[in-house]
């Protein structure tokens, strides 16, 4: 059985990522690409779905850690006669895919036990093994890994063990190297000055990041695992790098989320830019331009890292899933909704990229425009909704407010960057949905804005009614909302999405408390002036991260336990925002987002810079 999601640490290339466990087992690895077929899989079933192992082969105890401002994972194992710390990471990539694993002695001696269990294509295939010169060779059709090891390996069919003794002092090396099955494997790298090369290309990024406010060490380890959910080549950003971890284990809720969601992509590139990371943002914006060429209108909520949009959903029914939640899925069907909200996420991110400093294209702008003729035609039909329901469309209330969204970014594009557009068309439009949204979107009743129009069901999505400049924070009927999620959707200091228990997603039994819906009360309350609530309801957000700093995307309040995809993007995006909120002396995301600024030094006064 695999280890609580607590139990792993993320380890990547910006090209794909692995799960290192407390154990010293990589229960989870895709080669070459995060959406690659797994060569590791034992996350989601057994170790003879494939795993990588190395640890004491006796009874020890575990300290670990990344190495400042790094991706590097240092794991201290602890046996009663003496200690080893085994350092994993990949290497930036620069062509194959390289996994490295480096034991050395700290004090006396310690037994250790490598098995390395390759089974390529989700757990179904056993590899061809090749013993060769201080390693060994495994292929299974377009795929080829060599195991390069500085101790003797025994091969036995599909498995490559070790057994050997660490006194202090000593060091030994493995390294693991995927390349394709017809080429040549690639050259031997020394893997001690690798370890030194990747922790510094991760100081050199680091060092780039402007955010100097409180919780700096928290913000920079999500910004960290937001770069390693980017996708390198194409400036793609993976939501996780999982799939089918359960939203409630033992359910069904089970989802492929190592594609770009637009939703999710824009705050994590938002995230990234108000740190610095102007590079970054840039290549998103040219990946999005890639991706939803053609008409705005046939615009997919997600795509693959590359820009696919092709996204079929299948079940694979030789993996028993984590603690037994089936089905196992690869591929996502959400892929084909309609879900309105997105143009106006696309939008905002897009203006306030510009607010921050990243030069606007004709070609931009041309995008914008046919979005928002989109927006005008389409606003008024249901949709599928920010949550990607499965029991059938509906006018959901955070959808008609992201439209406005949408519609209010493309009139202060005009108004600051001097974009031609139809200013009173577009004024009109944006008063209308507001109006509409206030009358349909509340109800009276309840003193509260609901999941949709006549619903009496409560959804945390409508706490973004202020962080986006909607309503005030302060607003009777946002006093009211907040304080009706408090009550009805919060259980010992942490928000749920909605009431399961509805039949609005059309899928049976129910999850745990969603990390971001807890970050944007906080925001609230902080605007609302509970500023010690809000900070203590963030402390416990950050009191969930396992000890290397990663979140999941849900917690499962009952059992104290993460669930859903492991590391999710969409946690550690809101976790940098709330602390951009709460944190003194910064202007937070939220603040930013709401407010319309007036020109002055710095900000541009026409289409050009």
């Known amino acids: 059985m695999a280890l609580r999601l607590e139990d792993y640490a993320l380890i990547g290339d910006s090209h794909t990522a692995a799960l290192v466990g407390r154990n010293g087992s990589i229960d989870w690895l895709c080669l070459p690409r995060f959406d690659s077929a797994a060569c590791f899989a034992a996350l989601l079933g057994d170790p003879s779905h494939g795993r990588w192992l190395l640890s004491p082969s006796e009874r020890f105890r575990t300290r670990r850690n990344y190495r400042r401002d790094t991706l590097v994972l240092e794991s201290e194992h602890e046996v009663d006669g003496g200690a080893v710390r085994v350092t994993d990471f990949m290497t930036p990539r620069r062509g194959q895919a390289r996994v490295v694993r480096l034991v050395e002695g700290i004090r006396g001696s310690v037994p250790m036990h490598m098995e390395l269990c390759l089974r390529f294509d989700y757990g179904s295939a056993v590899p061809w093994l090749r013993p060769g010169r201080k390693g060994v060779t495994a292929v299974a059709g377009p795929d080829a890994v060599e195991l390069r090891s500085d101790v003797p390996v025994e091969v036995s069919t599909g498995l490559v063990t070790a057994d050997l003794t660490v006194n202090a002092g000593e060091r030994i090396a493995f390294v693991l190297v995927w390349h394709r099955s017809h080429e040549d494997a690639p050259p031997r790298i020394d893997p001690w000055d690798a370890a030194r090369a990747t922790t510094r290309f991760w100081r050199e990024w680091a060092e780039r990041c402007t955010y100097h406010g409180e919780w700096r060490d928290e913000v920079m380890r999500s910004l960290i695992t937001l770069k390693a959910l980017t996708y390198r080549p194409t400036g793609g950003i993976v939501a996780a790098p999982t799939t089918s971890l359960p939203e409630e284990l033992g359910g069904i809720r089970n989802w492929d989320y190592r594609f770009c969601w637009l939703r999710d992509a824009t705050f994590t590139m938002y995230s990234l830019l108000q740190a610095g990371y102007v590079r970054e943002a840039e290549a998103w914006r040219e990946w999005l331009l890639r991706a939803v060429a053609g008409h705005p209108r046939d615009l997919r909520i997600m795509y693959g890292i590359a820009g696919e949009r092709q996204i079929p959903e299948m079940a694979l029914d030789w993996l028993p899933g984590y603690e037994g939640s089936a089905p196992v ?39 914008e425009r046919r979005i928002v003729d989109v927006l005008e035609a389409t606003w008024r039909e249901p949709d599928e909704g920010i949550w990607e329901v499965r029991g059938g469309r509906r006018h959901f209330t955070h959808s008609k407010v992201m439209a406005w969204v949408g519609i209010d970014r493309a009139i202060r594009s005009v108004e600051m960057f001097g974009f031609a557009g139809p200013l009173d068309q577009w004024r009109a439009l944006r008063d209308e949905i507001h109006a509409e949204v206030c009358r349909e979107g509340f109800d009276e009743d309840l003193g509260a804005f609901t999941q949709s129009y006549g619903s009496k069901e409560l959804d945390a999505a409508v706490l973004m009614i202020p962080l986006v400049g909607f309503l005030p924070a302060d607003d009777p009927r946002m006093r009211g909302t907040v304080q009706a999620i408090r009550e009805r959707l919060m259980s010992d200091g942490f928000v749920r999405r909605y009431d399961t228990g509805s039949s609005i997603d059309g899928l049976p039994g129910g999850e745990g408390a969603f990390l971001p819906c807890t970050c944007w009360l906080a925001d609230c309350l902080a605007f609302q002036g509970e500023t010690d609530a809000a900070r203590e309801l963030f402390e416990r957000v950050l009191s969930v991260r396992n000890d290397v700093g990663l979140l999941s995307e849900e917690y499962d309040v009952a059992r104290g336990r993460l669930v859903g995809n492991f590391p999710q993007a969409f946690s550690h995006v809101s976790l940098i925002g709330t602390a951009r909120n709460l944190s003194r002396g910064e202007v937070g995301p939220a603040e930013r987002r709401r407010r319309l600024p007036r020109l002055g030094r710095g900000e541009p006064r026409n289409g050009r810079r």
């Open 329 to 367: 899925r690869i591929g996502n069907e959400a892929s084909r909704q309609f879900q309105l909200d997105v143009y106006g996420e696309v939008l905002d991110l897009l203006h306030q990229a510009a607010r921050e400093g990243l030069p606007h294209e004709a070609a931009s702008w041309e995008m």
